[in-house]
């Protein structure tokens, strides 16, 4: 039987791609990336439509390396969607070779996205994947010229689809066909086609040379502020987030909690002595404090805590600071 590893987003198209080709009685074995920008949560939901599991792939040190410089560059945010695919088309290229499989497939569309699904850029994914002689878009087959696996004929390229552009009503006719009924957004669940993540990943990574698992779980909560020393301020905005914040505190920063009032946890690192004044104020100011009254913060370090004291003032003094 022939073996076909889908990369499996969960979406419309992933789903009618491993659809196209179950009916064509080919094992297909989904794939679903894993880093901390997307998860598998949602392509486990989908895979359920067609009566397949997807098997969630962890590259999330692969994905940061690749993240830092990307050879093809960014999109309109953070996402380098170029080098993405080619990194994920090669993972899959080497579980398909251990596991004896036959080819790699995607629900790509040609001309469906402005950078990464245009012809040019789909060849290139393919190319810098190390698998191109491998690679097949269902969705779009009959647009591209055929690939080894149609004329081996282990793929019948007549049962493949020649769908382009940017509308998506065809896929819709084929899921109400095919009875899909429930599936993400294009293009949702990626946070680096997030804008507000996106600066803040853009604003760290112009001041560190390696992006670490842990910095960017720390991206994705609070509201960030950058200090006029080169500190780094993130500050809870409700209970769940100061919980999450201050488990995710590494050697060396500083933590701020107010004492007698509720109100945010708040991580400082790079902790330039000279922001701490500032840090106090802001911890403050973002609590349930009254104006121009002065309070307590504890600063806990590696060294162990210290109080300080503090005036609220108004936020806008701080919106100059704040990384959005
Ligand atoms: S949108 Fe995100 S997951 Fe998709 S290819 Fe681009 S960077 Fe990768």
């Given at each position: 039987m022939t073996i076909a590893y889908g990369i499996f987003s969960g979406g419309l198209d992933s789903l009618l791609a491993a659809r196209i080709l179950v009916d064509q009685d080919i094992e297909v074995r989904l794939l679903t990336f894993v880093t901390p920008f997307f998860s598998a949560k949602r392509a486990k939901i989908s895979s359920q439509q067609i009566g397949l599991t997807t098997r969630p792939v962890e590259i999330t040190q692969s994905h940061l390396n690749m993240l830092?410089?990307?050879?093809h560059g960014y999109g309109?945010?953070?996402?380098p969607c170029i080098d993405c695919h080619a990194l994920m088309f090669n993972h899959a290229g080497r579980i398909m070779e251990e596991e004896e499989g036959d080819f790699l497939f995607s629900g790509e569309v040609l001309g469906?996205?402005?950078?990464?699904?245009i012809a040019w850029a789909m060849k290139l994914v393919a190319r810098e994947s190390g698998y191109a002689d491998y690679i097949l878009r269902p969705l779009s087959s009959l647009k591209l010229p055929p690939t080894k696996m149609e004329l081996a004929g282990l793929v019948d390229r007549d049962r493949l689809l020649g769908l382009s552009g940017r509308s998506r009503k065809p896929q819709m006719e084929l899921a109400a066909k095919f009875k899909i009924k429930d599936y993400p957004s294009?293009?949702?669940?990626?946070?680096?086609?997030d804008p507000i993540f996106s600066n803040r990943l853009k604003e760290f990574m112009s001041r560190t040379k390696q992006l670490s698992h842990q910095d960017v779980k720390i991206l994705k909560w609070g509201r960030h502020f950058r200090l006029p020393g080169g500190s780094k301020l993130v500050v809870g905005r409700n209970e769940k987030e100061n919980e999450i914040i201050s488990k995710l505190s590494k050697p060396g920063d500083f933590i701020l909690e107010t004492v007698n009032i509720p109100g945010p946890t708040v991580i400082m690192s790079g902790?330039?002595?000279?922001d701490l004044e500032l840090a106090a104020s802001i911890t403050v100011s973002y609590g349930d404090s009254e104006p121009d009254q002065l309070y307590k913060v504890i600063l806990t370090s590696d060294d162990g805590k210290k109080c300080l004291e503090a005036v609220r003032q108004a936020k806008e003094v701080f919106a100059h600071l704040m990384i959005i």
């Amino acid at each position: 039987m022939t073996i076909a590893y889908g990369i499996f987003s969960g979406g419309l198209d992933s789903l009618l791609a491993a659809r196209i080709l179950v009916d064509q009685d080919i094992e297909v074995r989904l794939l679903t990336f894993v880093t901390p920008f997307f998860s598998a949560k949602r392509a486990k939901i989908s895979s359920q439509q067609i009566g397949l599991t997807t098997r969630p792939v962890e590259i999330t040190q692969s994905h940061l390396n690749m993240l830092e410089n990307p050879k093809h560059g960014y999109g309109r945010f953070m996402n380098p969607c170029i080098d993405c695919h080619a990194l994920m088309f090669n993972h899959a290229g080497r579980i398909m070779e251990e596991e004896e499989g036959d080819f790699l497939f995607s629900g790509e569309v040609l001309g469906q996205r402005p950078k990464s699904q245009i012809a040019w850029a789909m060849k290139l994914v393919a190319r810098e994947s190390g698998y191109a002689d491998y690679i097949l878009r269902p969705l779009s087959s009959l647009k591209l010229p055929p690939t080894k696996m149609e004329l081996a004929g282990l793929v019948d390229r007549d049962r493949l689809l020649g769908l382009s552009g940017r509308s998506r009503k065809p896929q819709m006719e084929l899921a109400a066909k095919f009875k899909i009924k429930d599936y993400p957004s294009p293009a949702g669940g990626c946070l680096l086609t997030d804008p507000i993540f996106s600066n803040r990943l853009k604003e760290f990574m112009s001041r560190t040379k390696q992006l670490s698992h842990q910095d960017v779980k720390i991206l994705k909560w609070g509201r960030h502020f950058r200090l006029p020393g080169g500190s780094k301020l993130v500050v809870g905005r409700n209970e769940k987030e100061n919980e999450i914040i201050s488990k995710l505190s590494k050697p060396g920063d500083f933590i701020l909690e107010t004492v007698n009032i509720p109100g945010p946890t708040v991580i400082m690192s790079g902790s330039d002595p000279s922001d701490l004044e500032l840090a106090a104020s802001i911890t403050v100011s973002y609590g349930d404090s009254e104006p121009d009254q002065l309070y307590k913060v504890i600063l806990t370090s590696d060294d162990g805590k210290k109080c300080l004291e503090a005036v609220r003032q108004a936020k806008e003094v701080f919106a100059h600071l704040m990384i959005i």
